[in-house]
């Protein structure tokens, strides 16, 4: 992730550069020659060539991208793609919880159990902590995950105690990260909360 914030900020310094010298550049390809040169015009033309396809893809293509910034989502860019949200799809939802803080954030999961899929939970004594259990979380008998009783800022957490057939319009959500904040913790989510979504990088 940090090396491709250090490349987007290359690229945008090399426009940058490249804009501030484009005004003298123009005025030369229009007819004003530079000291000891002839106006070449086809400056001009190859330079808007490069620049305003650029623009249009960052005009179209940017503002639907979207950057992952949780490292228990294999993914690092991605955008939204309609459609029903199958088992394994990425998605995204607004997370309002303390461990969030004070402000709803954007995070992105995997749905993982649908409707008519069984959810079976089977609490375990906790090999984190004493006196505590955790939850192992199974979809049709595959594991799904197991929760923590700590987070990793020390915060308590409390994981969702419920197995069944899962109803129609809701959804668990999760990762294979042990140490993901998903539905483990949080429960099933209404479909109606998630935007479904495709990885691009």
Known sequence: MLRLFLALIEL???IGRGCRRLPRQAATALGAPEAGGSPRPEQLWWCLALVLPMALFAAV????LMLVMSPSIEAWIVRKAPGPIERGDYVMFTLRHPIAGPKPILVTKHALCLPGDRLTMIETPSLQAVHATDGRYFCNGALLGVSLPVAHNGMKLEHMHWSGIIPKGMIYVGSPHPRGFDSRYFGL?????????ERVL
Do not use: D, E, K
């Open 189 to 197: 989510l209404p479909t109606r909360r998630l935007t479904r979504i």
């Open 12 to 14: 945008i310094r090399a």
């Open 61 to 64: 293509l940017i503002p639907q």
